[in-house]
């Protein structure tokens, strides 16, 4: 079942000061995780996007559930270009990404499995076709470890054109 994107946006403004948001007595709980590890993997993507014209706009670490989605409500401009990154806890097996726009269209999906090195980061750029709200949700799934995993996300726009020649 759908949750509409009205009632995500009133339920969770997560993106605007979030960190995270943990399940418990059915209550929402905003709190951040601290790895390390993710951290340093976050600082190296910040600095290849910057040095390819981006810059953050939203960044924060976020507990998570195993097979749980995060709804993350982000404003977005019509023809910006954007980045989004997901980190996720490095035991886990599998990590995913979709994002819906303003009419809960999937107009994103990436799935990655743990298996290799830095296989718990998605990154994907996605250039909105209309100024609209977009609803973005990081999942991943850790079948040693059901709670309290470490996720990071971070959203980035383009402030340079990095190799693109005047006309």
């Known amino acids: 079942m759908k949750m509409p994107l009205l009632s995500a946006i009133c339920a969770l403004p997560l993106f605007f000061g979030f960190s995270s948001f943990a399940q418990s007595d059915n209550q929402i709980r ?11 993997q976050a600082d190296s993507v910040k600095s290849l996007l910057a040095g390819s014209g981006f810059s953050v706009l939203r960044e924060a670490s976020i507990t998570m559930e195993s097979e749980y989605e995060i709804p993350i409500i982000v404003p977005m401009n019509e023809g910006t270009k954007y980045q989004f990154v997901f980190i996720g806890d490095a035991q886990s097996n599998l990590y995913e990404v979709r994002m819906y726009d303003y009419h ?8 990655k499995n743990g298996e290799r090195a830095e296989g718990n980061i998605i990154r994907y750029a996605y250039v909105p076709k209309m100024s609209e709200y977009h609803m973005i949700k990081p999942l991943q799934v850790n079948n040693s470890r059901q709670k309290d995993l470490c996720g990071y996300v971070m959203l980035f726009k383009e402030t340079e054109a990095k190799g693109r020649k005047a006309k």
Not at 30 to 40: F, L, N, R
Not at 104 to 111: G, L, T
């Open 30 to 40: 905003v709190s951040p995780c601290d790895a390390q590890s993710i951290q340093k």
């Open 104 to 111: 809960e269209k999937q107009v994103v999906y990436q799935k």
